[in-house]
């Protein structure tokens, strides 16, 4: 027979000869005296949530996995995301994965977009800062991105590029190789922002069709030939 204050809850009261026992419920453990339930901490056994944070809660735990990984079916333990599985991941370059992460190998001439993003882009599509002038250092900074193509070829108007900056290629040499197929083209506001930069750099006329490609010899590239 039990008494109102004898505790009673998160198991069942078994009656036994001169008293009672109680018979817990899972995520429960019956007292050294047997006459109440308390909660197991989960939290404390070996192999539980690997690569996560265990969080005891009453009669359960929870697990909260790090990041680059998920619950695995059990929901007891996290396991690595394959992020390369993704289409959307490493665009144009070979995704490795990794635990908890993944790495982006970039192919020759291509390098991971400064954005942070996991996409290689070539110079004939990264766009980056452009300079009017180049005197040792980077000077006269243009007000919005292009490409290096636009920058130092398409438009004339460039005498470095980029962050940390480089200075643009001479005339006529093979310093640019680009992909024959390079198609960029500006926007209606970035022609007009280019002619209007080009009003200052008095020294070069701006010019509205792209570099001529010709073929360098004993090479499988092609490369621009910038105006003088």
Not at 17 to 32: A, I, L
Request: charged residues 20%; hydrophobic residues 25%; glycine residues 6%.
């Amino acid at each position: 027979r039990l008494f109102n204050n004898e505790p009673k809850t998160n198991g069942q009261c078994l009656n036994a000869p001169g008293g009672y026992r109680c018979e817990c419920e899972m995520g429960f453990t019956p007292t050294e005296d047997s006459k109440a339930c308390q909660d197991i901490d989960e939290c404390n056994f070996q192999n539980i949530c690997v690569f996560g944070t265990c969080q005891n809660l009453p009669g359960m735990f929870r697990c909260v996995c790090d990041d680059g990984y998920e619950l695995d079916r059990s929901g007891g333990n996290c396991t690595d995301i394959n992020e390369c599985a993704d289409p959307v991941n490493c665009i144009n370059g070979l995704c490795v994965n990794t635990p908890g992460s993944y790495l982006c190998n970039c192919p020759p001439d291509f390098e991971l977009n400064p954005t942070g993003t996991r996409i290689c882009e070539g110079e004939n599509m990264r766009k980056s800062v452009c300079y009017r002038n180049f005197n040792d250092t980077c000077e006269n900074e243009l007000s919005f991105n292009m490409t290096k193509k636009m920058c130092c070829c398409a438009y004339n108007v460039g005498k470095a590029w980029n962050k940390p900056c480089e200075a643009c290629p001479t005339p006529a040499t093979s310093e640019f190789p680009q992909s024959p197929r390079d198609t960029t083209t500006a926007s209606a506001s970035t022609r007009r922002a280019v002619t209007a930069a080009s009003a200052t750099t008095a020294s070069r006329p701006l010019l509205t069709k792209p570099c001529a490609w010709v073929s360098k010899p004993q090479s499988a590239h092609l490369y621009p030939t910038c105006p003088s």
